[in-house]
């Protein structure tokens, strides 16, 4: 059994039940077989790597890549000086545009990386600072220049563009941020005469949309891609010189203890991309923090230093691999109620599992579809504690709060290992 860029975080089911990773699922049902299992990865998860260190995984590690073609040179450029240097064009650094235009010169391809869907991940008013949200979810409403409205991307709800401030009355309603949509409008104005694509989950939405797109950017009908992480999963293009990652900011200062790791593990497949023939390829990064870690070890192809910071890390705040995570959602359509049902499953859980339990807290999102979301999490050491005895007090603590009755209508989701 073969597990392909093992590293993948789409390999995670979210929702609905039952939440599994498929490789984690390769895995269990290669050993009940009694059959083997190929994780392949050029930026192995921290889990899989770790436990390949450990001796509980083989480790085969390949030093050159196919063909002897070379790792591509990287750039990193820093926006903030580039603007008082008065060369940022729109979203684009004067360096990257003009590496763009050489590219295009000299008849190669360029793909772009923005990891957001949409033009506008939001529109305000700049009189009172009202934002556009979704009725159903507590997140701002996505702009698409496709279809001229705003889009939900947790509940599907969509509205046309506001005119009007609804707060304060004022016409002063302003497009923020950028998504693949606004990048591809921007590049058409600065670069009309170039050939632009746009690989998205919006773009990719008809029957082989995917692989038409594919096909039409290798059959160089595009001189530039743009495209969300699905341009970093092992594509192989022979005339792509140069990549261009609009804005690694966003993804090194995600929320989200994995954050590191998968800007690390996201910008080093986007790269990967380049020069994947006899010519080297380069990558330009734009960034305001051009001297942070993650972008030096990315410069410096150091998986095995992102790995072992990260490890350490994780040792000494209690993440994966040393510790399980398991997550419960507390869901009610009314807000207090979802509170006060995940304080007492909360106190039913520490009864018998201890400080292991974290929270309740509301997450990012803290409503979705109208139910109000309230957040326990547990933290399980892998050492010396049986996970299914874990598995047990969770049922009888989950059981004796069903029995209450004021909690009726609550719904529980359970997410073991939610990353």
Same mark, same amino acid.
């Given at each position: 059994?073969?597990? %392909?860029?093992?590293?993948?975080?789409?390999?995670?089911?979210?929702?609905?039940?039952?939440?599994?990773?498929?490789?984690?699922?390769?895995?269990?049902? #290669?050993?009940?077989?009694?059959?083997?299992?190929?994780? !392949?990865?050029?930026?192995?998860?921290?889990?899989?790597?770790?436990?390949?260190?450990?001796?509980?995984?083989?480790? @085969?590690?390949?030093? +050159?890549?196919?063909?002897?073609?070379?790792?591509?040179?990287?750039?990193?450029?820093?926006?903030?000086?580039?603007? *008082?240097?008065?060369?940022?064009?729109?979203?684009?650094?004067?360096?990257?545009?003009?590496?763009?235009?050489?590219?295009? %010169? *000299?008849?190669?391809?360029?793909?772009?990386?923005?990891?957001? *869907?949409?033009?506008?991940?939001?529109?305000?008013?700049?009189?009172?600072?009202?934002?556009?949200?979704?009725?159903?979810?507590?997140?701002?409403?996505?702009?698409?220049?496709?279809?001229?409205?705003?889009?939900?991307?947790?509940? !599907?709800? #969509?509205?046309?563009?506001?005119?009007?401030?609804?707060?304060?009355?004022?016409?002063?309603?302003?497009?923020?941020?950028?998504?693949? %949509?606004?990048?591809? +409008?921007?590049?058409?104005?600065?670069?009309?005469?170039?050939? &632009? !694509?746009?690989?998205?989950?919006?773009?990719?939405?008809?029957?082989?949309?995917?692989?038409?797109?594919?096909?039409?950017?290798?059959?160089?009908?595009?001189?530039?891609?743009?495209?969300?992480?699905?341009?970093?999963?092992?594509?192989?293009?022979?005339?792509?010189?140069?990549?261009?990652?609009?804005?690694?900011?966003?993804?090194?200062?995600?929320?989200?203890?994995?954050?590191?790791?998968?800007?690390?593990?996201?910008?080093?497949?986007?790269?990967?991309?380049?020069?994947?023939?006899?010519?080297?390829?380069?990558?330009? @990064?734009?960034?305001?923090?051009?001297?942070?870690?993650?972008?030096?070890?990315?410069?410096?192809?150091?998986?095995?230093?992102?790995?072992?910071?990260?490890?350490?890390?994780?040792?000494?705040?209690?993440?994966?691999?040393?510790?399980?995570?398991?997550?419960?959602?507390?869901?009610?359509?009314?807000?207090?109620?979802? #509170?006060?049902?995940?304080?007492?499953?909360?106190?039913?859980?520490?009864?018998?599992? !201890?400080?292991?339990?974290?929270?309740?807290?509301?997450?990012?999102? #803290?409503?979705?579809?109208?139910?109000?979301?309230?957040?326990?999490?547990?933290?399980?050491?892998?050492?010396?504690?049986? =996970?299914? *005895?874990?598995?047990?007090? =969770?049922?009888?603590? &989950?059981?004796?709060?069903?029995?209450?009755?004021?909690?009726?209508?609550?719904?529980?989701?359970?997410?073991?290992?939610?990353?």
């Amino acid at each position: 059994m073969v597990v %392909e860029e093992e590293h993948e975080s789409s390999y995670k089911q979210y929702g609905p039940s039952p939440r599994y990773h498929a490789r984690d699922t390769a895995v269990y049902l #290669s050993h009940q077989q009694g059959a083997k299992v190929l994780l !392949g990865s050029a930026t192995p998860s921290i889990e899989s790597y770790y436990n390949a260190k450990a001796g509980k995984y083989g480790l @085969v590690e390949l030093k +050159e890549r196919f063909g002897d073609s070379q790792l591509p040179d990287i750039q990193v450029v820093n926006v903030a000086e580039e603007g *008082r240097k008065d060369q940022m064009f729109s979203y684009f650094s004067g360096i990257l545009l003009q590496g763009i235009t050489d590219a295009i %010169e *000299r008849k190669e391809q360029v793909i772009l990386f923005q990891n957001r *869907r949409g033009h506008t991940p939001f529109v305000q008013c700049n009189t009172c600072g009202w934002v556009a949200k979704c009725v159903n979810c507590d997140v701002s409403m996505t702009y698409h220049k496709s279809t001229n409205h705003l889009h939900c991307h947790y509940c !599907g709800h #969509s509205e046309p563009p506001i005119q009007v401030c609804p707060a304060c009355g004022m016409p002063h309603i302003e497009s923020k941020g950028f998504g693949t %949509e606004r990048v591809e +409008e921007e590049l058409e104005l600065l670069l009309p005469e170039a050939r &632009i !694509g746009r690989l998205d989950l919006d773009s990719t939405k008809g029957k082989y949309g995917f692989e038409k797109i594919i096909t039409a950017f290798d059959d160089h009908e595009f001189d530039i891609l743009i495209g969300t992480q699905m341009v970093a999963k092992g594509l192989d293009f022979g005339r792509v010189s140069l990549i261009g990652i609009i804005n690694a900011d966003a993804m090194i200062n995600f929320p989200d203890f994995r954050a590191y790791e998968r800007a690390f593990s996201l910008f080093s497949q986007v790269a990967g991309r380049a020069g994947r023939r006899e010519q080297k390829g380069k990558v330009i @990064v734009q960034t305001h923090t051009p001297n942070h870690r993650v972008l030096e070890q990315v410069i410096q192809h150091d998986y095995e230093g992102m790995f072992m910071t990260e490890v350490k890390e994780r040792k000494n705040y209690q993440y994966p691999p040393f510790y399980r995570i398991i997550r419960l959602d507390v869901r009610h359509t009314d807000m207090q109620m979802a #509170s006060d049902a995940s304080s007492r499953l909360a106190v039913l859980l520490r009864s018998s599992l !201890g400080s292991r339990v974290l929270g309740p807290e509301p997450p990012l999102v #803290s409503r979705i579809r109208n139910h109000f979301i309230q957040t326990i999490t547990l933290k399980i050491e892998r050492n010396n504690v049986s =996970i299914v *005895r874990v598995k047990e007090l =969770i049922n009888q603590a &989950i059981t004796q709060f069903g029995l209450e009755k004021q909690y009726k209508g609550v719904r529980i989701s359970i997410d073991v290992d939610p990353y």
